[in-house]
């Protein structure tokens, strides 16, 4: 089993970028590493997934190093809409996902 | 919208009660899961459905019953529950291929007095 490792929690001010790593040690081959993000009172919401590598998109960028035993997860410029909870998944099974704590990254102006 | 709508939004139940949740995807995927999220704790993964089949019942107690009568409808019957019992019970649905993403309803509050 793929357990991954957060900061339990982070602070951050407006404008700032926010980098948050995730260690996942016994990653297998096949794993894909993706990352959730979730409000109070509501489902976590997809941001990002990669393999390896380097991935972005219009809201964050992954970073993935060679050994794949860590991922992070860069935020740039979060606003206070960004105050959430961050969690990094590493797939199990294909159909088996089990999150983590998660990283709670408070935002303050 | 991610295509996965739970209902209730909100549900309060006396510990004799007999009622149910519901999820519904559509998406078109063949995985559906039922997750709960306590206050202060991770989310756990109760039950995994592929293809209207049990894959994963995490020992959860019998006072929860999952249906899947297709694959895209989702059920957790409750009975008998109990106050720890109370939490946001999350609904997600996904593929079933390597680096599928799963994607999550906005969960049905449950609140047993």
């Known amino acids: 089993l793929a357990k991954t490792t957060q900061p339990i929690s982070m602070d951050s001010y407006e404008g700032q970028e926010v980098n948050i790593t995730c260690s996942h040690n016994?990653?297998?081959?096949?794993?894909?590493i993706t990352w959730y993000q979730q409000f109070p009172s509501q489902g976590p919401r997809f941001i990002i997934q990669?393999?390896?590598t380097k991935v972005t998109n219009e809201v964050a960028s992954l970073f993935i190093p060679a050994d794949r035993k860590s991922s992070t997860l860069s935020l740039p410029r979060v606003s206070l809409s960004d105050t959430a909870v961050y969690y990094c998944?590493?797939?199990?099974?294909?159909?088996?996902?089990?999150f983590g704590s998660g990283t709670k990254l408070n935002v303050k102006p | 919208e991610t295509g996965v709508t739970q209902t209730p939004r909100h549900l309060v139940m006396g510990m004799t009660n007999k009622k149910s949740l519901k999820c519904e995807q559509h998406?078109?995927?063949?995985?559906m899961y039922w997750y709960k999220q306590s206050a202060k704790k991770p989310l756990e993964l109760m039950f995994v459905?592929?293809?209207?089949?049990?894959?994963e019942n995490n020992s959860v107690p019998s006072r929860f019953s999952p249906e899947c009568p297709n694959s895209s409808h989702l059920f957790l019957h409750l009975h008998t529950l109990q106050p720890e019992d109370s939490a946001l019970y999350l609904c997600?649905?996904?593929?079933?291929?390597?680096?599928?993403?799963?994607?999550f309803g906005e969960g049905s509050w449950l609140t047993v007095v």
């Open positions: 997600a649905s996904s593929r079933e291929h390597a680096g599928n993403t799963i994607y």
């Open positions: 016994n990653i297998a081959t096949n794993d894909y």
């Open positions: 990669g393999y390896k």
């Open positions: 998944l590493v797939l199990y099974n294909f159909n088996k996902f089990y």
């Open positions: 998406l078109g995927h063949n995985a």
């Open positions: 459905y592929s293809l209207e089949e049990r894959v």
